[in-house]
């Protein structure tokens, strides 16, 4: 069921109710058996700190009210059996003594990881029967992939009893165990900023991540007293060169900090002059040298964002964010080079239409944008950015409007 707005849908969040009345049938059909329980884990929203995370910078999301939601049975033997409405039908099995980098394929290896990655951590963790379905979109930049992991990792730690859900330094070590499941069993590269927002962030709370040393801090994010409201636009693009387009961009960032002596471009942006030094240095007057600048110029100004949204957030000015997310997504466009037309389209449009401000958010290159919009206007801002989309002949995009959620559970 979605909701109809003038020329737009969006796309709504099931209650947990429905969620658990969703997997618990479906575990019904696949395992003919009851669950031990059902447990759930949010997609998330950057506000903003984008490309920080892996240059131990800091950024800022949110858990969405879209959850991943597991039914799950602990068994007494190595196998994990899984199901997903999201994918075809069958049963998928793996032994979980034969988990290990490069043996799995396919989705199972997120959820087969989380259980390799907890062993690996010393805690003792044996099969399980699971089945999932889940209303975070896939693949649209809204960690589709760490809303499995972290819904696994919740349910691994209640049934097998490892006692870490109960606090933050807990649900740390959980999100750390989803990064080395997605990094080395699914092979896919991601920063951590996503495991940490489905593990760690709060309801009605921004949450500013450290990623030097994994700390965080809530910071308070009440749209609706502030008459905002938070619309999040899937493109649906999809370019081919985003996986590489993010290994490289990480690359750069990698020589640029050794080119410097610091082991993360964080250093350099804690610098008294938050790294202007630094940035000269880098530019050694090759066509080379001047990417590097730009890339390193994106991540220290992006750090420094991070800390005016927050400051603001602090304050009480919540309605006064709109530039710095502006300001944000130039400087991804045409310093660290990852936004595309869909994404330029959305922030454009959304601005022409009344947002206070927008930018892309996650790794780009395709995905989703947002834009922060006074209350009651989300329909009409939908509608321009769709009508946007029209006209350039693109594909319907897809809405959803973000309200900051419970973490994993
Ligand atoms: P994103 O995290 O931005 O949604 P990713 O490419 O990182 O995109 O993760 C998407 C992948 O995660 C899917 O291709 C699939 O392998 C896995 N995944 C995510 N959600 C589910 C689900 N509900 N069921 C099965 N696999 C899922
Ligand atoms: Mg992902």
């Not at 884990?41 to 131990?56: C, F, K, M, S, W």
């Not at 400087?331 to 454009?348: A, G, I």
Request: hydrophobic share 45%; proline share 4%; charged share 20%.
């Amino acid at each position: 069921m979605t909701t109809t707005t003038s020329a737009a849908t969006l796309r709504p969040a099931w209650s947990r109710d429905e969620g658990a009345a969703r997997v618990r049938a479906l575990f019904a059909t696949a395992f003919t058996d009851e669950p031990d329980g059902v447990w759930s884990a949010p997609g998330r929203v950057n506000l903003i700190g984008e490309h920080t995370d892996y240059n131990g910078g800091l950024c800022l999301p949110i858990a969405l009210p879209h959850r991943t939601f597991v039914a799950l049975r602990a068994r007494d033997d190595e196998t994990i059996r899984l199901v997903s409405a999201q994918e075809a039908s069958s049963v998928v099995a793996v032994s979980l003594s034969s988990v290990a980098p490069g043996a799995l394929s396919g989705w199972a290896a997120y959820v087969a990881g989380v259980a390799w990655a907890l062993r690996q951590a010393g805690f003792v963790v044996r099969g399980f029967d699971a089945t999932v379905d889940s209303c975070v979109p896939y693949g649209a930049g809204l960690s589709s992939s760490a809303a499995l992991e972290s819904a696994f990792a919740v349910a691994l730690d209640e049934v097998f009893g490892l006692g870490l859900a109960s606090d933050d330094a807990g649900r740390a070590r959980l999100a750390a165990a989803c990064v080395r499941a997605e990094n080395e069993i699914a092979g896919a590269p991601t920063g951590g900023l996503d495991q940490a927002s489905s593990l760690r962030c709060h309801a009605g709370q921004a949450l500013l991540l450290d990623c030097l040393d994994g700390s965080v801090e809530q910071v308070p994010f009440d749209l609706s007293a502030a008459g905002l409201a938070l619309l999040v636009v899937d493109t649906k693009a999809e370019h081919s060169h985003a996986t590489g387009g993010y290994g490289a961009r990480r690359a750069t960032c990698e020589e640029a900090a050794t080119l410097l002596g610091v082991p993360l471009l964080r250093s350099v942006a804690d610098e008294p002059d938050g790294g202007a030094t630094a940035l000269a240095r880098l530019d050694d007057g090759t066509p080379e040298g001047s990417v590097r600048v730009r890339r390193v110029r994106h991540v220290l100004s992006e750090i420094g964002r991070v800390r005016e949204f927050v400051g603001l957030l602090r304050s009480g000015a919540v309605d006064e964010v709109g530039p710095a997310m502006d300001a944000s997504h130039a400087s991804l466009r045409d310093d660290y080079e990852v936004s595309c037309v869909e994404l330029d389209l959305v922030v454009t449009a959304a601005r022409a239409a009344g947002a206070l401000g927008a930018r892309m958010t996650g790794g780009g290159f395709g995905g989703s944008a947002i834009a922060l919009v006074r209350a009651g206007t989300e329909s009409a801002v939908a509608a321009a950015v769709a009508a946007a989309f029209a006209e350039s002949g693109l594909g319907a995009p897809e809405f959803l409007l973000a309200l900051p959620s419970d973490p994993a559970a």
